[in-house]
């Protein structure tokens, strides 16, 4: 019996080009890294004898160097060997990232217990038996596992056997990493393999912690990189415990520390101070300064309610490492609003045209949306400007 961690989908270097703030950036960037010395804690607390990494380490075959040497050196904290394959972001084609001088330098002198497969054939490690199954394009119109078809398995000894292979599955076929494709590519046909004669499948490519198989499991990514879809566990990693012949205990461990928070909100009168609430207590457990949030907004608010809103959404989108909203909240005008807009002494051109906004409120064939928002373009003038008031003459 042997106990390991499997991982995957890294992806260290990954840009997060939807946060607009370079520094936030930088800080989700880092907090990939930093989530490696958490897996490299669990190691240690779970006595593991190896790491498995179902391929993506990097973002792309292009990762920098300071990347590269960032994580060559917290794997080498890990105290055990740590076996991995390239998967479709840092797949092992020719002249690749694997091939790189700077690289292979960093790697030799710095991580010496770091293994990396670019071969389709059975590795003996201590302790248990490695299938791996690299991708060596970005996209392979083969199964890459195919070839474990046609082993033979009478002379490998009793030890644990373990697949390592990168991809999406026929459950989840043609959903590869959240990417479009033309076609069925990285497909990998579980119940095709000599499951009998194969203890544990160790998947990469599906970020959230999920069975494809009573053998097969994909880890999920080790920190948060996305909004979650229904269902998905990301910001884990599998610890593995299993002997030959014997169905794997698998277990889910967190190591992700962003939180990626998904709300929905339906506008009320007190729809400002609602919004408020909801973040803060959506964040106080991570903290909001380590926090994703993608806010949905429906209903309608009065002109008045709707500044509040906008006051409050400012000052979240700067506290918060990144706030998406999608903003569907009506303008509703209450009859005071539109009473005060028509009614002002100091400004007759706004009264009027105040009147007519209001008039066209209750028209047939009106675009009721459009008058709404020039009343709200109007109230915000006539709020933000001082009020004039009627010249007296001496």
């Not at 106990?3 to 800080?27: C, E, S, V």
């Not at 710095?110 to 299938?131: D, S, T, W």
């Not at 990417?179 to 499951?195: K, S």
């Not at 889910?252 to 973040?279: K, S, Y």
Request: proline residues 7%.
């Amino acid at each position: 019996m042997i106990t390991f961690i499997h991982t995957a989908d890294w992806q260290l270097g990954k840009p997060f080009a939807g946060i607009a703030d370079p520094a936030k950036r930088a800080r989700v960037q880092q907090e990939r890294i930093d989530a490696l010395r958490r897996i490299r804690d669990v190691v240690r607390a779970r006595q593991a004898q190896f790491v498995v990494v179902a391929g993506d380490l990097f973002d792309s075959p292009t990762p920098t160097k300071t990347t590269v040497a960032q994580s060559l050196g917290v794997i080498a904290e890990f105290g055990v060997p740590v076996y991995a394959i390239p998967g479709n972001h840092d797949h092992g084609g020719l002249d690749g990232l694997w091939d790189q001088p700077f690289f292979k330098h960093e790697h030799a002198t710095r991580a010496p217990n770091f293994h990396l497969f670019l071969e389709r054939k059975p590795v003996v490690i201590e302790g248990a038996l490695i299938m791996p199954c690299p991708l060596l394009r970005r996209h392979e119109s083969d199964d890459p596992t195919a070839w474990i078809c046609g082993i033979d398995f009478t002379s490998l000894g009793t030890t644990p056997r373990i697949v390592l292979a990168h991809g999406s599955t026929t459950a989840f076929a043609g959903q590869t990493d959240g990417e479009d494709v033309a076609g069925p590519v990285n497909t990998i046909a579980i119940d095709r393999l000599p499951l009998a004669e194969i203890d544990y499948v160790a998947l990469g490519d599906w970020h959230g912690f999920t069975a494809a198989g009573p053998k097969a499991w994909y880890s999920g990514s080790h920190e948060t990189d996305r909004f979650p879809k229904k269902d998905q566990l990301p910001g884990r990693i599998a610890c593995v415990t299993v002997s030959r012949g014997s169905d794997p205990v698998v277990e889910p461990i967190v190591t992700g520390r962003l939180q990626w928070l998904a709300r929905v909100l339906d506008m009320t009168a007190d729809g400002p101070r609602q919004c408020e609430t909801t973040l803060a207590e959506s964040t106080q457990d991570a903290g909001f300064d380590a926090c994703l949030v993608d806010l949905s907004l429906r209903g309608s608010l009065s002109l008045g309610a709707r500044r509040e809103l906008d006051q409050v959404l400012e000052s979240w989108s700067h506290r918060l490492l990144r706030l998406d909203v999608a903003d569907a909240v009506m303008l509703a005008p209450s009859p005071d609003e539109i009473h005060a807009l028509a009614n002002r002494p100091g400004d007759p051109i706004i009264s009027r045209v105040a009147g007519e906004l209001a008039r066209r409120l209750d028209a047939e064939g009106t675009d009721v949306a459009d008058v709404r928002q020039a009343i709200n373009i109007l109230h915000a003038l006539c709020t933000t400007a001082p009020t004039r008031t009627p010249e007296t003459r001496a």
